[in-house]
T-cell receptor, first 115, second 113 residues
Framework: DADVTQTPRNRITKTGKRIMLECSQT?????MYWYRQDPGLGLRLIYY???????NKGEISDGYSVSRQAQAKFSLSLESAIPNQTALYFC??????????????FGPGTRLTVL | AQKVTQAQTEISVVEKEDVTLDCVYE???????LFWYKQPPSGELVFLIR??????QNEISGRYSWNFQKSTSSFNFTITASQVVDSAVYFC??????????FGKGTRLSVIA
């Protein structure tokens, strides 16, 4: 089984709808992240969480919210989806290691289309 | 602020050619970490390598090698004897150690048989 899972893998929705993307991990990592990927723009950070009680905005948080329900679960919500939120969304996790950053491992991605 | 620049948007090579993907980074911090990820056509992101700022030794892993040069703020990635399976988008990324990754925009590599 995959260490980092994302549901759904694909979603088509309409403008104005509320959408939730879910991420679960079995790696035992404390840190979790949400990125979006747009063609030619690379990956941009939406939100990140270093533990269950910690939520931080990333570069492009407007229009998004998150919930860290447990150490293993990190959900991303689009309260009212708009077409320019059409993108590939990735969840990632990493562990805290004293003195150095640990590698981020990514889920398989969720392809979201907003019509 | 940190920044990663991958100036090559797309590269196309013929199979068995060597190819180098460039990565230039910007940071004022002396401690930082550099990464390369591969995104094959299937879409997942695959970790390739991590290097910290105190270790300038080049690394070789099979056909892959990485050249880290602090003097030019570069962390370039070379694929020797490229294969069709190397076709992918490659991302370079930077972290300060307690911060999320900052990614470059990626380089799309096409290896033609």
């Amino acid at each position: 089984d995959a260490d980092v899972t994302q549901t759904p893998r694909n979603r088509i929705t309409k403008t104005g709808k509320r959408i939730m993307l879910e991420c679960s991990q079995t790696k035992g990592h404390d840190r979790m992240y949400w990125y979006r990927q747009d063609p030619g723009l690379g990956l941009r950070l939406i939100y990140y969480s270093f533990d269950v009680k910690d939520i931080n905005k990333g570069e492009i948080s407007d229009g998004y919210s998150v919930s860290r329900q447990a150490q293993a679960k990190f959900s991303l919500s689009l309260e009212s989806a708009i077409p320019n939120q059409t993108a590939l969304y990735f969840c990632a996790t990493s562990a805290t290691r004293t003195g150095m950053i640990d590698t981020q491992y990514f889920g398989p991605g969720t392809r979201l289309t907003v019509l | 602020a940190q920044k990663v620049t991958q100036a090559q948007t797309e590269i196309s090579v013929v199979e068995k050619e060597d190819v180098t993907l460039d990565c230039v980074y910007e940071t004022r911090d002396t401690t930082y970490y550099l990464f390369w990820y591969k995104q094959p056509p299937s879409g997942e992101l695959v970790f390739l390598i991590r290097r910290n700022s105190f270790d300038e030794q080049n690394e070789i892993s099979g056909r892959y090698s990485w050249n880290f040069q602090k003097s030019t703020s570069s962390f370039n990635f070379t694929i020797t004897a490229s294969q069709v399976v190397d076709s992918a988008v490659y991302f370079c990324a930077l972290s300060l150690g307690n911060t999320p990754l900052v990614f470059g925009k990626g380089t799309r590599l096409s290896v033609i048989a």
